[in-house]
């Protein structure tokens, strides 16, 4: 099968999955449904491979409660502080930092660190844009994202493609095997 066919396909199984997702997610009322591309993109520099998907998940959703705790965290100590938000930020997250990087590293069977750490900041972007009131609502959107994006989107089309490209292969090397047989 020739590199424009493989590609091809791949590009037609991902514009076929990935809008489907953003039609269904929006359907379903998920408002961050566009992080689940961040997140098939973490499966994807993993090398696609599909043994890392579950660390890839735990890694995102660690990131997810990071970021949580982050922002309750700042919401406590801005307001009792009175300090220059941008001082108690950076102090928040210093010392959110090096527990993450730990507990990622030492705990590497379960938690894959980039993906921990794409997951707080995914998540960080999304809970500064909204209420104190909204954050937990929108952790379970981000996390039904980050979930969608590896396993529906990196997972599925990754898989999907491999399976058709192995079905393709096969048929092409038995094609003339069959063809010798007739004659």
Known sequence: MSKFKIVGL??????????LWAAVSGALGLLTGPA??????????????????LKITL?????NIWAYLVMLSMGALVPALGIFPPVILFCVLFV???PAVFLSLYLD??????????G?????????LV??????????????????GVWLIGVLITSLHAHIIGKCSKAA??????DASKE
């Open 10 to 19: 791949l590009a037609l199984i991902i514009a076929i999955i990935a809008p």
């Open 36 to 53: 689940a591309l961040i997140c098939a993109g973490l499966y994807v520099i993993n090398g696609c491979k599909r043994e890392n998907g």
């Open 59 to 63: 890694g995102l959703l660690a990131g």
């Open 96 to 98: 959110f930092v090096i």
């Open 109 to 118: 069977k379960i938690f894959d660190l980039s993906s921990w750490l794409a």
């Open 120 to 128: 707080w900041a995914v998540t960080l972007t999304i809970l500064s």
């Open 131 to 148: 209420e104190p009131t909204e954050f937990l609502t929108m952790l379970w959107h981000i996390a039904i994202a980050m979930i969608a």
């Open 173 to 178: 090397e038995e094609a003339p095997a069959e």
